[in-house]
């Protein structure tokens, strides 16, 4: 059987977490482990939500203050 699996913004960065690429691959990891099982007996196809990233990238340019701010697919993009 083939399983579509999304992990959203907060099973890469939890609620309250700083923002680092450490606490990101700490939490990507926890997902594989309980996913492993599943990927024994299925076929599965992961995608991931970036709200936390793109969120980031939106507070550092909003850090300039003469230059216009990127829209969000722009920002999703770079992510």
């Given at each position: 059987m083939r399983i579509v699996v999304a992990l959203g913004g907060n099973a890469l960065l939890q609620r309250g977490q700083h923002m680092t690429a450490e606490l990101q691959r700490a939490n990507v990891s926890v997902a594989a482990e309980a996913l492993a099982p599943v990927a024994l007996k299925h076929q599965l196809v992961l995608s991931h939500g970036n709200g936390p990233q793109v969120g980031?990238?939106?507070?550092?340019?909003?850090?300039?203050?003469?230059?216009?701010p990127y829209p969000f697919d722009v920002l999703g993009a770079q992510t």
């Open positions: 980031l990238l939106a507070l550092q340019q909003a850090s300039y203050e003469n230059v216009d």
